[in-house]
């Protein structure tokens, strides 16, 4: 969003920390707003106002807005982070969503695992009373085994699609 500079009273951020006298063809002041000065305190601190006029007289008028953007967000990181700027940031956000992808992909593991879970009928393990098991293996050899939270339930392993004899 560009802000102008009201050339009558107050110079633009950077006029005004150069001591020199907004014109109305100032190139700094749509981008650099007397009420934000600290913006362009830390862009001159790390590039330089004379390398910010040549930037922005380089690019188009319709692309300068994002070039400051681009310039003011640096800025602020190297001022923050003078050894790392910006890829400091990047980089503690990239260990973040590594260790949320690994949360997640942990989440989804228990979810699976949790599915699996499924109520074996009494009458086809011989019992009165109902109890949850995991099936283990695949194919048609495999076989329920409960859950370590069902203490009460020893081994028992039903062997599934048993061949008739």
Known sequence: ??????SYNSPCAA?????RKCLPCCVFAPYFPPEDPQKFIN??????????????NDVLPHQR????SSLAYEAEARVRDPV????????????QIDRLQKDLDAANADLIQM??????????????DHFYARRVGGGGTGFYQPF????????????????TQ
Do not use: W
């Not at 969003?1 to 009201?6: E, I």
């Not at 006029?15 to 001591?19: A, I, N, P, S, Y």
């Not at 807005?65 to 400051?68: A, H, I, K, R, S």
């Open 1 to 6: 969003m560009m802000a102008s500079s009201s």
């Open 15 to 19: 006029c005004k920390f150069l001591r």
């Open 43 to 56: 862009v001159h601190k790390i590039f330089g106002a004379s390398n910010v006029t040549k930037l922005l």
């Open 65 to 68: 807005e994002d070039v400051v």
């Open 84 to 95: 790392y700027g910006c890829v400091g940031v990047i980089s503690f956000l990239q260990r």
């Open 115 to 128: 599915s699996s879970v499924q109520m074996v009928n009494p009458l086809q393990r011989g019992g009165t």
């Open 148 to 163: 370590p939270s069902f203490p009460d339930y020893q081994y028992v392993n039903k062997q599934i699609n048993r061949r």
